[in-house]
């Protein structure tokens, strides 16, 4: 008679290994081949429980726990054991990169903005095994209204083709190692003039769909901009060269799609491609481009998508 072990597959010879389960075999198999037929499912149950099936393990957990409108939302991953491809993670119609964190763990990263509607979010992670649903709640947050008066020199400025394009490039960059550690610090020492979120009315207007794309700060003019956070310089543009609209400006790239611009400076002291530390020095406040007077525009995105910086300030995100 056929020896049933010999059945069995290579996972369940290892774990005949185990003594207790041999112990388990051996008694079924000592009465016969009708008990052996019996001996074999109860093995087979014994055996199931004791496998990890691939899949399971797949579980997300999302960050803050109740987020508002222009936060970052970030899912923290535990992957299935084995898989060598990042999960993707998606919003409705919308993809998120996942970045690896160590050992079967991964992170991805979901903007809001203040033009969405509050309410219940749902987060698809798949690793094309195994689908986990998540949900939450984006609460809702009153942005102010400010009132833009533009002298004649600077109403009705537009930026032009080249500026746009390369804007949009820069803003769009994920690249894959994480330039930032901790909490950001402030790239000015002046006071915040205009938080994140705010609508505008410029020269009497209502501008629809829009809202303030950062932070302003009032420090005076040629006071030190700094880096909030390590990175990589990835954009540098001047107003005399058609950079009409954000003047002056720099973008560094910190990493997995987070980047940060800063806009209107009277001076830069970087150039492309130079790495930065927290507080290394950028420039100098300004009033360049589309500005009423001297400040401070620093942006913050998050997969091309303009985040509040003051959640990043407050909490470290690693």
Avoid at 5 to 28: E, P
Avoid at 201 to 209: C, H, L, R, S, V
Avoid at 280 to 291: E, K, L, Q
Wanted: glycine content about 12%; charged content about 20%.
């Amino acid at each position: 008679m056929l020896d049933p072990i010999s059945k069995l597959g290579s996972t369940a010879q290892k774990l005949l290994a185990n003594r207790s389960l041999l112990y388990s075999w051996r008694w079924f198999s000592r009465f016969g081949s009708a008990s052996i037929f019996w001996g074999t499912i109860a093995l087979t149950i014994v055996l199931w429980s004791a496998v990890k099936i691939p899949g399971l393990a797949l579980n997300g957990q999302l960050t803050p726990a109740t987020p508002k409108l222009g936060e970052t939302i970030v899912v923290n991953i535990t992957a299935t054991p084995g898989k060598t491809t990042p999960p993707t993670v998606k919003v409705g119609n919308k993809t998120y990169p996942a970045f690896n964190l160590g050992t079967d763990r991964y992170r991805a990263m979901v903007p809001t903005t203040p033009l969405e509607r509050p309410g219940d979010r749902e987060i698809t992670i798949a690793d094309g095994t195994t689908t986990s649903k998540l949900k939450i709640a984006v609460a809702d947050r009153k942005f102010p209204i400010q009132r833009i008066n533009f002298s004649p020199g600077k109403a009705g400025i537009q930026a032009t083709a080249m500026e746009l394009k390369e804007v949009a490039v820069f803003k769009a960059i994920v690249s894959p190692e994480k330039l930032w550690s901790g909490k950001f610090i402030a790239p000015n020492q002046g006071r915040t003039s205009s938080p994140y979120g705010v609508r505008r009315y410029y020269n009497g207007e209502f501008a629809k769909d829009y809202y303030h794309r950062g932070l302003d700060y009032a420090g005076g003019y040629g006071s030190a901009v700094v880096a909030p956070a390590g990175g990589k310089v990835a954009l540098v543009g001047y107003e005399k060269k058609g950079f009409r609209v954000h003047g002056n400006v720099v973008g560094v790239d910190h990493g997995q799609g987070l980047v940060s611009i800063f806009m209107h400076l009277s001076k830069i002291d970087v150039e492309e491609g130079q790495m930065l530390a927290p507080g290394d020095p950028i420039g100098a406040i300004g009033s360049t481009g589309a500005s009423t007077g001297p400040h401070l525009h620093w942006g913050l995105y998050v997969n091309a998508v303009s985040i509040d910086p003051v959640q990043w300030r407050g909490n470290a995100i690693d």
